[in-house]
């Protein structure tokens, strides 16, 4: 259980803190087509994001499955600039997009889990218990992530409801915000 008591700040910091940038640029560009009223789907959308980020997580640092470090700083970004590229892409948001939405965040979770499987990897000592430190892990982001997203469903709420900006142009703003800040990213990680 202590292992837990560890690696659950981590997790928030994996989200929360500065050095977590292109966690929370995607997370803004997977909440921008969201707005207050859709916080159930947001929801969903950032647990299944998690439940992707787990998984790899798990499998990386149980050596099932790894990817070479250069490419995954590579691929981080660039599933923001998919995700931002969408938002600015689609006209409206039927139901089966939404779904779509889902299977992308379960899908980009993945590639986000491999990119702290190695720092964590590093820091699992045999005394410490491998579930509960994934597990504290794991609650931790999901836990930043859930107070990210209520922040921005926030911000959100005020700059359509209260100063009356048009729903699209508030999506095309943050979308073009992850997509620019990730396209130097991406740029600076090139692997090849």
């Known amino acids: 259980m202590q292992s837990f008591f560890f ?3 981590l997790g928030w910091e994996h989200i929360i803190s500065a050095s977590a940038l292109d966690h929370q640029l995607f997370i803004l ?6 707005a207050w009223q859709d916080w159930k789907q947001v929801l969903i959308l950032v647990t299944a994001f998690t439940l992707g980020h787990s998984l790899t997580l798990a499998l ?3 050596e099932v499955f790894s990817l070479d470090s250069n490419w995954v700083e590579f691929l981080i970004p660039l599933t923001i600039v998919l995700t931002a ?9 039927p139901a089966r997009k939404v779904q779509f939405n889902y299977l992308l965040a379960l899908f980009f979770g993945f590639i986000h889990g491999m990119g702290f499987a190695n720092s964590i ?8 218990q491998l579930g509960w430190g994934l597990l504290g892990f794991n609650l931790g982001l999901e836990a930043g992530q859930l ?15 209260k100063i009356k900006l048009d729903r699209k142009k508030w999506t095309i703003s943050l979308s073009l915000t992850a997509l620019v800040s990730s396209l130097f990213m991406t740029l600076s990680r090139t692997p090849f």
């Open 7 to 9: 690696y659950f700040p």
């Open 29 to 34: 560009a997977l909440a921008a087509i969201y």
């Open 60 to 62: 990386s640092v149980l």
């Open 85 to 93: 590229t969408s938002n600015l892409l689609q006209r409206n948001q």
């Open 121 to 128: 990897r590093f820091m699992l000592s045999e005394e410490q």
């Open 147 to 161: 107070i990210f997203v209520a922040f921005l469903l926030l911000f959100t709420y005020l700059v359509l409801d």
